[in-house]
């Protein structure tokens, strides 16, 4: 009779290569993030953060992922709701300057 403890678990092979590539992904992601960071997903730049992280997947992974699939990756870990947005947007939104062209800019008679 044998033990138990002499035969390794067999894991069914599809259901490990899923697992292993569900893990490599979040990976992925969360390798993504330290670029990425998700508090830009609620600013004035979630666009270009959004795509810089499906660049980051398509190019880890050589296949294509769209907006939707990515921000249902982030939802694994993140309440996007719940984020709070990057203050540094913020005060660039409420920054006032006057602008004045140059001098240069205007073309005199003289010359």
Same mark, same amino acid.
């Given at each position: 009779?044998?033990?138990?403890?002499?035969?390794?678990? #067999?894991?069914?092979?599809?259901? *490990?290569?899923? %697992? #292993?590539?569900?893990? %490599?992904?979040? =990976?992925r =992601?969360l390798? +993504?993030? %330290?670029?990425?960071?998700? +508090? #830009?997903?609620?600013?004035?730049?979630?666009? *270009?953060?959004?795509?810089?992280?499906?660049?980051? @997947?398509?190019?880890?992974f050589? /296949?294509?992922?769209?907006?939707? &699939?990515?921000? #249902? @990756?982030? &939802?694994?870990?993140?309440?996007?709701?719940?984020?709070?947005?990057? &203050?540094?947007?913020?005060?660039? =939104?409420? /920054?006032? %300057?006057?602008?004045?062209?140059? /001098?240069?800019? *205007?073309?005199?008679? &003289?010359?």
């Amino acid at each position: 009779m044998e033990s138990l403890y002499t035969r390794p678990c #067999k894991i069914p092979n599809s259901s *490990f290569r899923k %697992e #292993k590539s569900e893990l %490599e992904l979040e =990976l992925r =992601l969360l390798e +993504a993030l %330290e670029i990425y960071p998700p +508090a #830009k997903l609620r600013g004035i730049h979630r666009h *270009f953060v959004l795509y810089g992280l499906t660049e980051y @997947l398509r190019r880890s992974f050589n /296949q294509p992922f769209s907006g939707d &699939d990515v921000l #249902k @990756l982030l &939802d694994r870990f993140y309440n996007l709701e719940m984020v709070k947005p990057d &203050d540094e947007d913020t005060e660039i =939104l409420n /920054q006032e %300057e006057d602008f004045r062209l140059p /001098q240069s800019y *205007f073309v005199t008679e &003289d010359s």
